[in-house]
């Protein structure tokens, strides 16, 4: 029988076939497009994938059909996890930097899960191959469906499987400092990097580690109580859920990171005198800017919030920066480049004829904030005008927050926070 459509292999059917679809249409687009991100998450896909139908197969009949199924129970490489904990830092790599390849370091990150491989590889040759193909011997186990390598490789399980969990642990956390870095480089970079953080990442990350503790939690019962299949099952079902999680959060993060400029390095030197991500204050506001409409920003939100003021030049800043300085805010009060949600430091240094590095020194030297916060200022200070307005008195928040030069709702709550410390909600404002 082929397939056996029971209870248990039904429900885990459909998560099966969908890793199956978006596992082969992501190496097709990767083979067309040359996408290293899709080639990577592919692969990721595939590995709960697999771990999955290899559950499904067994419950649909093929561990106990004594035939061919049976023997591909024992050959297929089912359950890859030395292939995770790499396979998900070199996603994170090829996510944040358009530029990023594998070469011989990329590879090797891989050794460990292609080895495991070659072991599957090398035991399905001598037992398949050479014991049962060339020297026509029979497979001695299981009903005559298994070969002694088979069983040999069998006592590896348990020890490979402590070391999946060793290495996804080790890679975490040196994505966790990377990822902590990154955020710096977006911050640096970007004026609204939000899309751009991939937090759904982290999640399945998290979930991933769920999956694989309670695997280990499970196979401790197993060894104590000798669990049954069926207990065993509801483990394999939520990494089913992971399944989908992948494909989502994955599609998502591979056409944010396609679309968007991203040359992260974690080794790369951070740019002198930038600040700490998160660093906030209005140190660096908007200069040029007419008193009176100032006054009238602040009576909106009352007396206890600081006026965008213009900052006088750091002692500290080199002499050739000044006149980029001088430049700079002339430059963000006659054309306001931050009315566009997409600003970028590379487009902003095009703009002021100059190099990206030189403008960041300027703006986290000369500012005393890095870029995000640098040009979310001016879009804070252009929605308090906004708020104190009675002619827009009629503006909804997003309508606001839109003409501000902010791509989102939330976006605009969370900064105006960040550098005013209270929600756009909170302000009182006029009647039309």
């Not at 890793?19 to 991100?37: C, D, I, N, Q, Y």
């Not at 996603?91 to 491989?117: D, K």
């Not at 001088?326 to 240094?349: C, F, I, S, Y």
């Amino acid at each position: 029988m082929l397939f056996y459509f029971g209870p248990r292999s039904s429900l885990l059917l459909p998560f099966v076939v969908p890793g199956v679809v978006a596992t082969l249409w992501l190496l097709g687009r990767a083979g067309r497009r040359g996408s290293l991100p899709d080639g990577l998450l592919a692969l990721l896909l595939l590995l709960p994938t697999l771990t999955v139908s290899q559950w499904m197969l067994g419950y649909a009949g093929w561990f106990d059909s004594h035939d061919g199924h049976s023997t591909i129970m024992f050959y297929m490489p089912w359950q890859l996890g030395l292939l995770l904990g790499p396979g998900y830092y070199l996603y994170f790599r090829s996510l944040t930097n358009q530029e990023f390849r594998l070469g011989p370091r990329g590879w090797g990150h891989l050794l460990p899960g292609l080895a495991q491989v070659a072991l599957f590889a090398a035991v399905a040759l001598l037992d398949l191959g050479w014991r049962r193909g060339l020297r026509h011997e029979a497979l001695p186990d299981f009903y005559g469906t298994k070969g002694a390598a088979a069983t040999w490789r069998d006592t590896l399980f348990g020890p490979l499987n402590w070391l999946a969990v060793a290495l996804l642990v080790a890679y975490g956390l040196r994505m966790l400092a990377d990822y902590r870095r990154y955020a710096r480089y977006l911050d640096d970079n970007f004026s609204d990097p939000e899309r751009l953080r991939f937090a759904g990442l982290r999640q399945l990350l998290v979930l991933q580690a769920l999956v694989l503790a309670l695997g280990v939690v499970g196979s401790v019962l197993n060894y104590l109580f000798d669990l049954s299949y069926d207990a065993a099952w509801y483990l394999f079902a939520l990494r089913g859920v992971l399944i989908y999680g992948l494909i989502v959060v994955g599609l998502q993060a591979n056409y944010a990171a396609a679309t968007s400029p991203l040359r992260f390095e974690p080794d790369a030197a951070p740019t002198p005198g930038s600040k700490p991500a998160g660093a906030s204050g209005l140190a660096g506001a908007p200069a040029g800017e007419p008193n009176n409409e100032l006054d009238v920003a602040a009576d909106g939100l009352g007396e206890s919030q600081p006026l965008l003021v213009a900052p006088t030049a750091p002692a500290g800043l080199p002499p050739e920066l000044l006149p980029w300085r001088d430049k700079l805010l002339v430059l963000m009060a006659t054309e306001q480049p931050w009315l566009e949600p997409e600003l970028t430091l590379t487009e902003l240094a095009q703009r002021l004829r100059t190099t990206p590095n030189v403008l960041s020194k300027v703006i986290n030297a000369g500012c005393g904030q890095n870029f995000n916060d640098f040009v979310n200022t001016y879009r804070v200070h252009e929605a308090r005008r906004k708020l104190a307005d009675p002619r827009l008195a009629h503006y909804s928040l997003v309508g606001v927050a839109l003409e501000s030069g902010f791509n989102s709702k939330s976006t605009f709550n969370r900064v105006f926070k960040k550098l005013l410390g209270q929600a756009p909600s909170e302000v009182a404002r006029p009647k039309s």
